[in-house]
């Protein structure tokens, strides 16, 4: 029994970085703020005259065709998926997170500086309990060959497949279950990846302004640029859960369920959870008497190798 578990969190402290928007290539400071209970998770562009704010939910998502984009009160924010995923599993249910741009930074194209962030920030417990969306029965939704499904069960657990041809990438398939180090350690220093033509076309458009070899895996017809390799042999399906699991947070809860993803995107997914929390019968609400240790097992984050680029 994990009684911390059962309650919401919010950072301890307010803590400062600054990072390059991958698709605008801006320099963004973020920073990110504690909040009371029953907040959620905000983000306000403090570079607008009036800092709108916009809420992460997948009601206000705008846009999903290179990430994950929200909008509202005339502000969008983009490429939150990272920053959200690493806020799920590391328990922060309410926190403000002001931008003086429009995305989140990409950092290294992982989640691992983020968890580094939030370690500087410090998670404190709230005196609320945390309410759970439970998967009671399956859903289901299919555009062509891709899907994702859930279906009831007693903890977190995704399985994903993706298939992309290239020699180095291929049919990749990973089941993939939270415990106390597993997130830390086998998803969250999965970078972001794509195809040179891809980048090379999304730059000749005024996209993907800020990505690089420094945050991004970027393979031409045969092989990998970057020069250090992989940082995980199947480090593209690692990065493909980290994306699934940066929209599944825009449900505004956590989720016990089983997660099954095949060959999917930002857009399908974030479909989904619009789905799902629209769909009654399929799903309940529970402020459990306990927590399981499994299901939210990262409020301290192991450290890192080698320096954090939020705070160099």
């Known amino acids: 029994m994990n009684e911390k578990y059962m309650m919401q969190h919010t950072v301890e402290r307010e803590v400062s970085c600054r990072g390059i928007g991958l698709h605008s290539g801006a320099k963004i ?68 997170i002001e931008l ?19 370690r500087e920030a410090g998670v404190k417990e709230q005196n609320v309990r945390r309410e759970c969306m439970v998967i009671t029965r399956p859903v289901l939704l299919r555009e062509g060959e891709a899907f994702v499904k859930a279906t009831p069960a007693d903890h977190f657990q995704v399985r994903y497949t993706i298939d992309f041809p290239h020699p180095l ?40 302004q800020g990505g690089s070899l420094a945050n991004a895996v970027v393979f031409d017809d045969f092989g990998i640029l970057n020069q250090g390799g992989f940082r995980y042999i199947d480090e593209c399906v690692r990065h493909k859960i980290l994306d699934f699991m940066g929209d599944l947070a825009l449900a505004g809860k956590p989720m016990i369920g089983r997660f099954e993803v ?51």
């Open 29 to 96: 400071v973020m920073k990110l703020r504690p909040a009371p209970p029953n907040f959620g998770v905000r983000f306000r562009r403090m570079d607008l005259g009036h800092h709108p704010a916009v809420v992460a939910h997948a009601h206000y998502v705008v846009n999903t065709s290179l990430a994950t984009s929200i909008g509202a009160n005339g502000a969008t924010v983009s490429t939150i998926e990272h920053l959200m995923a690493a806020l799920y599993v590391s328990s922060v249910d309410n926190v403000l």
């Open 100 to 118: 003086d741009g429009p995305e989140v930074p990409i950092f290294d194209g992982s989640a691992a500086p983020l968890l580094e962030i939030l």
């Open 169 to 208: 990438v291929g049919k990749q398939t990973l089941l993939w279950s939270f415990n106390e180090t597993t997130f830390g350690r086998e998803i969250a220093r999965a970078r972001t990846f794509g195809f040179l033509k891809d980048v090379e076309r999304m730059q000749s458009h005024g996209l993907a």
């Open 262 to 312: 095949h060959k999917a995107g930002h857009a399908l997914h974030t479909a989904f959870i619009k789905r799902l929390v629209s769909l009654p019968g399929h799903h309940s609400f529970s402020t459990p008497a306990y927590m399981p240790a499994s299901f939210f097992p990262f409020t301290n984050p192991p450290p890192l190798c080698g320096p954090n680029p939020a705070f160099s």
